[in-house]
């Protein structure tokens, strides 16, 4: 195919949350080797570039005035060394996750239904029901726009964090991942500590099939999908805070769910808990609306615009800071 860049392209199907908002540049990128001339284009024309996959943890509250490299490259190989498998950044990250187990590759049940590219899962880390994309990561490809150089990154260079990595800063936002390696088990390695899962599980054997199927089930129930209502998962990150805050917190909220982390100093607490005492649950600010179910996940219930979202997003952060003294962080990259 030959390589082109278009000019003032809708990005309505290019993000879950389906607003509508135009790219000044646009490419679809099949062939990495296509990034060198994307690249020149972009400095010729002094042009911002915006790396996409499939929008869905993106949300456009404007037009975007330079280049949307949008990620397509397809493929995956395995690699010697058992259960090593390299994927191409276009690759959907669900249709992997389907293709690993149907080929008794195992370990990565719990991501299944995560919308969006495998190419964008290093950049946050993805992680659901008890496990994370580090946890089998191996390295990654990606191509420096700054310097046009190809990078080859192990998990150290990645510097993996909850919902985080380098790519979400600066400079690593000037790495497009080109592919990722993982390393999968090759006998089945459940993770069931999350208590939805074994009881969705119940009678069943737990199995890599009966954990896939059940987070799958679970999800469905759980989540809106965005084919039907724009959405792009949870808005916010569950707030990281002292342990002696939550401790000072617990006297007045003796139920607010908390998590361990790596760090005895730190606890994860639930951010849906917090918002839902504050009665966010289906509430509407023009077209944008939180989740009737799920306080975490706002949706584009009638034509909202990203500033519809963004605006609501901002009164419910500042509701939970004013009653707590907890600020929360978005977990959607806002452009
Ligand atoms: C219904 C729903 C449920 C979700 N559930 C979860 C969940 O359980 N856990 C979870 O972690 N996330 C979840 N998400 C968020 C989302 O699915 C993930 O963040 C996913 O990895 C985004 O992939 P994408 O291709 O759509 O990325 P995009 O939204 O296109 O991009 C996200 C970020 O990655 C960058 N990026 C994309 N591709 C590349 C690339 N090739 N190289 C460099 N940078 C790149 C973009 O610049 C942007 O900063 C959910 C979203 C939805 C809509």
Redesign the pocket.
């Known amino acids: 195919m030959i390589f082109e860049i278009q000019e003032q392209v809708d990005l309505t199907p290019y993000n ?1 949350f389906g607003v509508s908002q135009m790219a000044a540049y646009f490419a679809d990128i099949q062939d990495p080797a296509d990034l060198r001339q994307a690249r020149e284009f972009a400095a010729s024309k002094r042009l911002s570039v ?9 949300l456009f509250i404007n037009d975007y005035p330079g280049l949307v490299l949008y ?1 397509n490259n397809q493929g995956k190989q395995m690699l010697p060394g058992a259960g090593m498998l390299r994927i191409c ?1 276009g690759e959907s ?1 669900h249709e992997l996750v389907l293709f690993c187990l149907q080929n008794s590759l195992y370990g990565i049940e719990n991501l299944a239904l ?4 495998v ?3 290093p ?2 880390n ?3 029901y008890g496990v994370e994309l580090d946890q089998f990561f191996v390295e990654l490809e990606a191509f420096d726009l700054k310097t046009g150089e190809i990078r080859y990154m192990n998990k150290a260079d990645c510097q993996f964090a909850y ?1 985080d990595s380098i ?1 979400k800063q600066n400079p690593g936002q000037k ?3 080109l592919s990722v390696t993982l390393q999968l088990a090759l006998e089945p390695a459940l993770e069931l500590g999350y208590a939805g899962l074994t009881d969705e599980i119940a009678e069943q054997e737990a199995t890599p099939q009966s954990v896939f199927d059940a987070v799958c089930a679970i999800r469905s129930r759980k ?1 809106p999908d ?1 084919k039907q209502i724009g ?4 808005f916010f990150k569950n707030p990281v805070v002292s342990r002696s805050k939550l401790l000072s917190l617990r006297k007045s909220y003796p139920e607010l769910p908390a998590w361990d982390t790596a760090d005895a100093d730190l606890v994860k607490v639930s951010a849906a808990w917090l918002l839902d005492q504050k009665g966010w649950k289906g509430r509407r600010r023009g077209g944008a609306a939180v989740h009737e179910d799920h306080a975490l996940v706002l949706v584009n219930r009638d034509n909202a615009s990203g500033e519809d979202v963004v605006l609501l997003a901002q009164e419910m952060s500042s509701s939970v800071l004013q009653s707590f003294g907890i600020a929360l962080q978005t977990e959607v ?1 806002i452009i």
């Open positions: 879950s915006l790396v996409l996959g499939q929008g869905s943890n993106t990620m950044a990250w995560i919308p969006g590219t190419g964008a899962a950049v946050q993805i992680g659901a919902r790519f790495l497009v991942v989540l965005p959405n792009a998962g949870s990259r």
